[in-house]
């Protein structure tokens, strides 16, 4: 009888045991997506937190990747600040530090090569380089032949005169049939000019670069050079005390890289690397290293630009 209820002691705390134990699995996994479920939801505010501070990396990882592929650069290297040959015979500016930082967001190796501005269309239509940058302004009638980039300077034009002039107070002055107007050849403002002048095959004197035609100002076979206004900085601070400017900046204009008509890839990653060095501070910075101490300087916060905060 002992025996027994031995037994029967030793059956019932077997399944007192087995009772006991079965819940632990099931409980294990019912408790992982509970407590999962009730920090997303519980939280709210710390999970916003991260998605906020992972949002430039995500933004990073969306530009386009060139896979550091090398590119020619075509540029009129006598444009400074935008671009110019240093002491060093280094190609350097604006427009070059502006493309390295692109190039640093999407993965790019260029390499400037300097030539005649009035050619660089062609040049790269015809693949002898990638693409240009070149104090280019957008017009239409030059995207008729190739694509541009986006906009990454807002611009005017200005008349150069020699420092003792009073004659010519602006540009509507150059309507005097007596006035002769120096311009780069190829430039929009040598288009401009041949409107303001009475007769534009007498009166507009087309040079190969700026430098030439502020020299021939200076030389006195020009009475007045149209020039871009964020170009005509620089000449102005090498010329001091023979140059000025004559009147206020005029016309509204933008900047853009030139890239072969159809070439969607190579313009789409640098329109996408353009608002990337705008957005993270770069594009300012560079303005106002390269205008730093000399005058008219561009609106360095970018205000005009169609990506512009």
């Known amino acids: 009888m002992k025996r027994i209820g031995l037994l029967l002691l030793l059956a019932l705390m077997v399944?007192?045991?087995?009772?006991?134990?079965?819940?632990?699995?099931?409980?294990?996994?019912?408790?992982?997506?509970?407590?999962?479920?009730?920090?997303?939801?519980?939280?709210?505010?710390?999970?916003?937190a991260p998605s906020s501070s992972a949002a430039p990396s995500s933004s990073a990882a969306t530009l386009p990747d060139?896979?550091?592929?090398?590119?020619?650069?075509?540029?009129?290297?006598?444009?400074?600040?935008?671009?110019?040959?240093?002491?060093?015979?280094?190609?350097?500016?604006?427009?070059?530090?502006?493309?390295?930082?692109?190039?640093?967001?999407?993965?790019?190796?260029?390499?400037?090569?300097?030539?005649?501005?009035?050619?660089?269309?062609?040049?790269?239509?015809?693949?002898?380089?990638?693409?240009?940058?070149?104090?280019?302004?957008?017009?239409?009638?030059?995207?008729?032949?190739?694509?541009?980039?986006?906009?990454?300077?807002?611009?005017?034009?200005?008349?150069?005169?020699?420092?003792d002039e009073t004659r010519i107070k602006g540009p509507e002055d150059l309507k005097n049939p007596a006035y002769i107007v120096a311009v780069q050849l190829g430039t929009t403002n040598s288009i401009t000019a041949k409107k303001l002048v009475a007769d534009a095959n007498k009166q507009v004197k087309e040079f190969q670069d700026f430098p030439a035609a502020v020299q021939a100002l200076i030389n006195k076979q020009a009475d007045a050079v149209d020039i871009d206004t964020f170009a005509a900085s620089d000449l102005l601070e090498q010329n001091k005390g023979k140059v000025k400017t004559a009147g206020a900046p005029f016309g509204d204009e933008f900047l853009g890289m030139v890239f072969r008509k159809g070439d969607t890839e190579l313009k789409n990653a640098f329109d996408a690397g353009l608002k990337a060095v705008y957005a993270d501070g770069t594009w300012s910075k560079l303005c106002n290293l390269w205008w730093k101490d000399i005058n008219p300087k561009p609106e360095c916060t970018g205000k005009g630009l169609p990506y512009a905060k």
Do not use: H
């Not at 409980?27 to 999962?36: D, E, I, V």
């Not at 190609?91 to 400037?112: A, Q, R, S, W």
């Not at 050619?119 to 280019?136: E, H, P, Q, R």
């Open 66 to 163: 060139l896979k550091g592929r090398a590119l020619k650069v075509g540029s009129d290297t006598t444009y400074p600040p935008f671009e110019s040959i240093n002491d060093k015979k280094e190609i350097v500016g604006f427009d070059v530090d502006l493309v390295t930082e692109i190039c640093k967001k999407i993965n790019c190796k260029p390499t400037f090569i300097t030539a005649d501005f009035d050619g660089l269309m062609i040049a790269v239509n015809n693949k002898t380089y990638d693409f240009s940058i070149s104090g280019w302004t957008i017009t239409e009638e030059r995207g008729k032949t190739v694509d541009f980039g986006l906009p990454y300077m807002q611009n005017t034009q200005v008349l150069l005169v020699r420092n």
């Open 15 to 48: 399944v007192l045991v087995v009772a006991c134990a079965s819940p632990t699995p099931t409980a294990a996994p019912t408790a992982a997506p509970k407590a999962s479920s009730a920090s997303s939801s519980a939280a709210p505010s710390s999970s916003a």
